[in-house]
């Protein structure tokens, strides 16, 4: 093996697609895990859902389906986005690549921003499972669970947003400090697959929230 | 210190067979590979110079017999297993029912005739008993040994277990689910008599009226016989005759009016509404507790006998 | 490059009706037996994202059986755990504890 | 991070910078193996502690201990020290770190930063968890079945909960490391055929670390959520299902179990050949037994709720399933067995306690059969049977092929040599105290004693007195090692680079070896097991 090291790869890899693909496969490995991490959320919604389907759709109506849908749009757009400024880093254009995190990371603070709002709209209706609760009677114990369902769902995703937030954020800083070039970008190419995952759960939890409630 | 378990139980035999062929199977495995291994410990040690011969036989054919073997043993021990375990979910329809309310820690057992106790069950030899079997907090699990029986007993529902004891004598209760600081005091015995002794104990231990009869009490006192009984403003469904019987409901499918559905009606009436019927029963969920609750299916119960009777 | 971002667009149009359809399908009344159909748009729309965006054919070859093993295992979960609820007779019943 | 020169240093890497930050902040991956020794030893000792304490209390009928409330949160805190911070990371993180780039011929693992945040994930959760357990702990079980841990145990359920999610990540991390290094940096020549099967076994425990432990995370998150919200996500009363909770704290630790035992697998699969000097027999067969063992593994956690209620067909499926999973166990000890015969068979400390695991481990594995067959379980479940099958295979398998292993690459890791007339004593000591302690508990299951009991009926005495007994063999043989292993570092006489004549690549390098592994990286031609014609002292190969 060289002993001559090609730039950023560490000692043990022997070349730099060597690592990036490592990189690749590691990222693709986390995102398995996580797809069990929110399989096993979507198992109980299964469970509970079956043993409350009244209650269920009673909880599934008073969700806000405006920001919920408007949410699903702005992550598919994202993705997009950020898709392309990958293509742009491919073509060796910095600048490009710049200006696509910017408008991912604007997309992704709309995001939360309408989030917040719309947990300030539930919080405010005593929608919030624990304490005076806003639906009574024979289906308040299934829509207590749905709506414990939806704040530790919408609550996990939003941290992932965060995170994502952040490594976009952390991407932009160094391909302006250009410590990418055509030769050598996997960081944004890994950060990608982590936002588009993120976009992905959303994707799913979109129907699961806002639409199952209300056919 | 005896290190065999005595059966008291008829429907306790084929599990104590299972357990034999369980064991028979695993010494004979376990002698082989002990076996093997103390005669290659000693005839391959190392400067040992007995001819080591034809090193590299093809390993192929002894990794499929093996393979074969071990799969073919352990499908015939899981359809044994499995047959055995089906039968227990079958109660025969005679079967004397008795009901069981777990606590934290301890067992409340009430018989039809409306006898008490508490942390024991008073059952006559040779006649199947149906446990019906709620609990009112944690996961418990009634646990008799000597019967070859145990069943979760969880909150919110009923679990139901049966047996036929074929000794008679007293055997122990255990609770076998950890369910707090005094799970392990939340023990009993549970006597098999005879029956003309069961019989005695029946009436000496304040029999009083039976379960049904206070269930009675409990439907006027509610309000059930208003709409139930006829006469009332309101139209509900009679419930004469109905224990036992398929009942249609509103969505098109008909269920079977047995504890579960009697107790499911009751505390959430608006989750199976009898076809042809307005879904306006209040729930009494918080309103009748646990032993109330019991009294009224066996009144309910009673009602059905009154039709056929 | 060009081409790569005729795709992505092409993607993002496709995404897009996908959930438009997904929204509209869910407004009139549907009887709650046909309600899982749902899950279907939301399982097409993360696939395209999935080889479209984040471009798993040109992935490193384990990148992709990683990929299959999550899908694999996540069915085992639901698949084996749904078996349970679907076919338990008895009934779980409910008491309100009244709010 | 600025660009790494090559260190071309020729120096070991115990002495490759001494200072506690050098040891603190290191991504070598010997340097981390041995920070992970450390505590999980110390986490073994403490849990060992509870264990015996547990023993005293069942040395009468009514419970030496007064209280039962302390009886309780003694066996918790066995449970879940031994669970979550000694079994489950115990040969991967120590053995495994240690030796899987050195087996590969790489000069470390693929992301050695991650490799370092696993180790304080694992030590930030361990604190977590024993600050919660020491200052009142819980009285749940480690199984923490709702409504009872989310409505009615008193003491830090939240707080251990949140000890145990922060350590999942750790053993995720551990795995997604484990699994990219397999796949990307073999040397040259080492095809997948050619790898040993320790490593094979590693790489099926990564596949279960890495996708059943986030559905341990979420399991914790929602009983974190029923804890502190009491909306009734596994509470009947509010509409919940506890067997919600069930299912999914047993998807999690069913395969959980196979991760604590497929290492050992792997380990026994290393010693047998070396010490019977002779090929791995059905080399192909061992290592798609490992594999596929990590595959079914996820199919059969039913089998822990045969009477709790869940449905006849369900609990039908899952205890045919039960039964396939034991397939592949028996294929590897027959393959051992395979192994041995016409072998060079020498009984140095590694090999008794391989010897100790394969009864251990088939009596463990054939008492599963017992619990797998549906009636069986009926008469058995939640009795001290139980506690006897998963310590026949937890303590009487897997510790003692952490023992195994730890003995044969303790030449290799500190570059001392052992006692061996003192381990070989201590093998045969650990394998007496185990039987006496244990086999008595077969026999207290199968006459109804139920588990987790601080006071149970005058007729069972007699065999908990002997169990008691036999724990007090056991402990001291736990300590021997202890002692004589720390002894062998400052006096233990100097380790030559190959001791035990194995062929893998961890002995082409010194003991102990460089910081950089290899100086030039290894070309592999020949198979792991392909040993010269017999007869030849192992120490001149």
Redesign the interface.
């Known amino acids: 093996m060289s002993e001559e090291v090609a730039p950023h790869t560490h000692f043990q890899y022997a070349d730099a697609t060597h690592q990036s693909d490592t990189a690749v496969a590691g990222m693709w490995l986390f995102l398995a895990s996580e797809v069990l991490f929110f399989g096993g959320l979507i198992i109980a919604w299964m469970f509970c859902r079956h043993w409350q389907p ?1 209650g269920f759709d009673a909880g599934g109506r008073e969700t806000v389906l405006w920001i919920g849908t408007l949410n699903l749009f702005l992550l598919i757009t994202s993705s997009f986005v950020y898709s392309s400024g990958l293509a742009f880093m491919e073509a060796g254009n910095i600048r490009r690549l710049v200006q696509c995190c910017v408008v991912t990371m604007a997309i992704g603070t709309l995001f939360l921003l309408l989030k917040f709002y719309e947990w300030h709209i539930d919080l405010s209706e005593n929608l919030f499972p624990a304490g005076p609760f806003k639906i009574t009677g ?1 289906d308040a114990g299934g829509a207590r669970m749905f709506w414990s369902f939806y704040f530790v769902a919408t609550v996990l995703h939003a941290l992932h947003m965060i995170i994502g937030v952040g490594l976009v954020g952390w991407v932009a800083v160094q391909a302006r400090r250009g410590a990418f070039d055509d030769g050598w970008y996997t960081p944004v190419e890994v950060v990608g697959l982590y936002w588009s995952f993120v976009d992905i759960v959303w994707i799913v939890l979109y129907p699961v929230i806002y639409l199952v409630g209300r056919g | ?3 065999t ?1 005595p059966l008291a139980a008829s429907t ?1 035999a ?2 104590d067979l ?2 034999l062929g ?1 064991l028979a ?2 010494l004979a ?2 002698g082989l ?2 076996w ?2 103390l005669v ?2 000693i005839r ?3 400067n040992s110079p007995v001819d ?2 034809a ?2 036989e093809k ?1 192929f054919r ?2 499929i017999s ?2 074969v073997a ?2 073919v043993i ?2 015939g ?2 359809i ?3 047959t ?3 039968r ?2 079958q109660p025969p329809a005679n079967a004397l029912k008795v009901y069981v309310v777990a606590k ?1 820690w301890m067992w409340k057992i009430e018989h039809a005739g409306g006898q008490r106790e508490i942390n024991a069950l008073h059952i006559p030899v040779d006649t199947p008993i149906e446990l019906i079997m709620t609990s009112e ?3 418990h ?1 009634f ?1 008799v ?2 019967f ?5 007993v ?7 277990m049966w047996f036929r004891p074929d000794r008679i004598g007293t055997y ?1 209760l ?12 939340m ?1 009993g015995d549970v006597v098999v008599m005879s029956a003309q002794d069961y019989a005695g104990w029946l009436t000496t231990s304040g029999g009083g009226k039976t379960l049904a009869a206070q269930g009675k009490g409990l439907f006027i006192r509610y309000g059930c016989a208003g709409c139930h009984l006829g006469g009332g403003t309101v139209r509900a469904p009679s419930l004469v005759g109905l224990y036992g019987s398929p009942v249609p409901l509103s969505d098109g499918s008909t269920a079977i009016a047995d504890d ?2 009697i ?2 009606s009751i ?2 009436p ?2 199976q509404v009898v076809a042809s019927y307005e879904p306006i029963m209040p ?1 009494f ?2 309103v009748i507790g646990e032993d109330d609750l019991v009294r009224l299916v066996a009144y309910i119960h009673s009602l059905a006998a009154e039709k056929h009777g | 490059m060009r081409k790569r971002h005729r795709l992505n667009l092409l993607l993002l149009l496709v995404l897009f009706c996908i959930a438009a359809l997904e929204f509209g399908v869910s407004l009139p009344p549907v009887p709650a037996a046909t309600r899982p159909i749902l899950a279907l748009p939301a399982a097409i729309m993360a696939v395209l994202v999935a080889l479209g965006y984040m471009r798993l054919l040109d992935a490193p070859a384990i990148a992709r059986g990683f990929a299959m093993a999550g899908i694999f295992w996540l069915a085992i979960l639901l698949g084996l755990a749904m078996t349970d609820p679907l076919t338990r007779t ?9 709010s | 991070m600025s660009q790494i020169v090559l260190p071309q240093s020729q120096i070991s890497y115990l002495s490759d910078g001494v200072s506690l930050r050098s040891w603190l902040l290191t991504t070598d991956h010997k340097r981390i193996a041995i920070l992970y020794m450390i505590s999980i030893t110390f986490f073994f000792f403490l849990g060992g502690s509870a264990a015996a304490l547990i023993r005293y209390n069942l040395l009468v009928p009514q ?1 030496m201990i007064q209280s ?2 302390t009886y ?1 949160r003694l066996f918790t805190m066995h449970g879940i020290i031994m669970v979550w911070f000694f079994l489950v990371p115990a040969v991967p993180v120590t053995i495994g770190n240690f030796m899987l780039p050195l087996m590969l011929g790489a000069r470390d693992l693929a992301f050695p930063k991650l490799n370092l945040i696993s180790w304080y994930l694992f030590m930030a959760g361990g604190a977590c968890a024993l600050y919660a357990l020491f200052s009142g702990g819980i ?3 480690w ?1 923490f ?1 709702t ?2 841990s989310s ?3 008193q003491g830090h359920v939240a707080a251990v909960v949140i000890g145990i999610f922060i350590s999942g990540f750790s053993s995720i991390a551990t795995g997604l490391n484990f699994i990219v290094t397999i796949h990307r940096l073999r040397a040259p020549g080492l095809t997948w055929y050619r790898l040993p099967v320790f490593v094979w076994s590693l790489y099926s425990t990564s596949v279960i670390f890495v996708l059943a432990t986030p559905v341990l995370a979420i399991t914790l998150i929602l009983l974190l959520f029923e804890t502190l919200f009491h909306v009734g996500v596994f509470d ?2 509010l509409g919940g299902d ?2 919600l909770f069930q299912h999914l704290f047993w998807f999690y630790s069913h395969p959980a179990v196979y991760i604590m035992i497929l290492p050992g697998l792997g380990v026994v699969s290393e010693i047998i050949p070396v010490f ?1 000097r ?2 791995l ?2 080399y192909k ?1 061992v290592v798609w037994a490992s594999v596929s063992i990590a595959v079914i593994a996820f199919f059969v956690w039913g089998h822990h709720m ?4 869940q449905s ?1 067909f369900a ?2 499926t899952f ?2 399933l039960s ?2 999973v ?2 592949p166990s ?2 590897k ?3 051992w ?2 192994t ?8 140095d400390a590694p090999m008794i306690y391989a ?1 100790g695991f ?2 251990l481990f ?2 463990g594995g ?2 599963g ?2 619990l ?8 058995l ?3 001290y049977f139980v506690v006897a099958h998963f310590h026949y295979i937890m303590v009487g398998g897997m510790v003692s092929a952490y023992f195994a292993a730890l003995h044969y690459w303790w030449p290799k890791m500190t570059g001392k040599m052992y006692p061996e007339m003192l381990a070989r004593a201590a093998a045969l000591l650990m394998f007496l105290g185990f039987n006496v302690t244990f086999f008595p508990q077969f ?1 207290l299951g ?3 004693m ?8 005058p ?1 069972f005495q ?2 908990n007195v002997l169990s008691s007994a036999g724990a007090t063999i056991l402990a001291a043989a736990y300590l021997m090692p202890l002692v004589y292993l720390t002894f062998s570092l400052f006096r233990g006489d100097r380790a030559p680079a190959n001791p035990w004549g194995g062929l893998g690549l961890e002995w082409q390098t010194p003991s102990p070896p460089f910081t950089i592994n290899f100086v030039v990286t290894p070309v592999v031609t020949k198979g792991p097991y392909e040993f010269p014609k ?1 007869g030849i002292e192992p120490s001149d190969v």
């Open positions: 009244a024979t | 210190m005896r290190l378990l306790g084929q599990t299972l357990l369980l199977v695993s495995v376990l590979v002990f093997l291994m290659y410990a391959y040690r190392h080591r011969g090193l590299a390993s002894f990794e093996w393979t071990t799969l352990f499908f021990l899981f044994w297993g499995s055995i375990y089906v227990l979910y934290q907090d944690v996961i699990d646990f040994p000597a070859r029986v145990k069943r979760d969880l909150p919110g529902q009923y679990e139901t122990h255990f609770c076998s689910q950890f369910c707090g600081t005094a799970h392990s005091n023990i579960r559905y107790r499911d505390m959430q608006k989750s729930s969920a918080n | 008895i009934y779980a019943v409910t008491r309100q504890i009244g | 419970g039962a409330e309780n009285d749940t079980g199984t079945y409504p009872l409505n009615y145990a009947p009363r506890p067997l019977a002779k090929e027999f059905g067969f045969f009477v709790s209620g006849l609990s039908v205890s045919l039964y396939f034991a397939v028996a294929i000890v027959f393959n067995l395979g041995l015969h016409k072998g060079h068979i020498r009984f010897f394969i009864g088939t009596m054939l008492t059969l017992f797998a067959a549906l009636a069986a379980d009926v008469e479940h939640d009795t026999i199968y006459l109804g139920p588990r987790r009991y601080h006071a149970y009926p007729e007699v065999l017999p």
